[in-house]
């Protein structure tokens, strides 16, 4: 069982907006950073937001980061065929510890 | 460029031990912290343990303390993790990553190294 809570699963049609979700406490996404990564298939993890909205050089912009309270979401804008891959979100908790969410699937329709 | 390549992976009994290497190379080794992290066949990611720039903080996962060791040589430009008393739950691919700034930000990662914990 993640710390961090993701929806297993997301999808959307080509052009689509989705979002991906990820909850927390007060723990970990209520008093620190969150990020976000994207794993394709076969491959290591990539960084693709940074402190809750920041991007990576090389990142492109319909990727964006936001966080409320407890929860932060990944949102994919203009949805492309290659960006069907694993997204996980993390944070540091306040125990001393990193934490990744369960991760989410995002399938391109 | 941003190199990391692990290596020292491979097939173990429940209750050995494992030494593995990440060979770090296009960066100033010694001014960055860093970390593994390991992934189940089919799981999600799972941050195992971190080590500052000097060696001098380390942190773990409660699923490693008092098993895995961390350690790190600056003028090898090397990182290690001793895993020992390994059981069949450690069974994953472990990558070496690179922090930037804080955890959990990782700005590189290796390609990655197979444990496997199996009589």
């Known amino acids: 069982q993640s710390v961090l809570t993701q929806p297993p699963s997301a999808s959307g049609t080509p052009g689509q907006r989705v979002t991906i979700s990820c909850s927390g406490s007060?723990?970990?996404?209520?008093?620190?950073?969150v990020y976000w990564y994207q794993q394709l298939p076969g491959t290591a993890p990539k960084l693709l937001i940074y402190?809750?909205?920041q991007r990576p050089s090389g990142v492109p912009d319909r990727f964006s980061g936001s966080k409320s309270g407890t929860s932060a979401s990944l949102a994919i804008s203009g949805l492309r065929s290659e960006d069907e891959a694993d997204y996980y979100c993390?944070?540091?908790?306040?125990?001393?510890?990193?934490?990744f969410g369960g991760g989410t699937k995002l399938t391109v329709l | 460029q941003v190199q990391l390549v692990e290596s020292g992976g491979g097939l173990v009994k429940p209750g050995g031990s494992l030494r593995l290497s990440c060979a770090a190379s296009?960066?100033?080794?010694?001014?960055?912290?860093m970390s593994w992290i390991r992934q189940a066949p089919g799981k999600g990611l799972e941050w195992v343990s971190y080590?500052?720039?000097?060696?001098?903080?380390?942190y773990y996962a409660d699923s490693v303390k008092g098993r895995f060791t961390i350690s790190r040589d600056n003028a090898k430009n090397s990182l290690y993790l001793q895993m020992n008393s390994l059981r069949a739950e450690d069974t994953a691919v472990y990558y070496c990553?690179?922090?930037?700034?804080?955890?959990?930000?990782?700005?590189?990662w290796g390609q990655g190294t197979l444990v496997t914990v199996s009589s």
């Open positions: 080590i500052s720039s000097s060696g001098s903080t380390i």
């Open positions: 296009g960066f100033t080794f010694s001014d960055y912290y």
């Open positions: 990553a690179r922090v930037r700034w804080e955890l959990p930000n990782f700005d590189y």
């Open positions: 402190r809750n909205n």
């Open positions: 007060s723990s970990n996404i209520g008093s620190n950073y």
């Open positions: 993390a944070a540091w908790d306040d125990s001393l510890s990193a934490s």
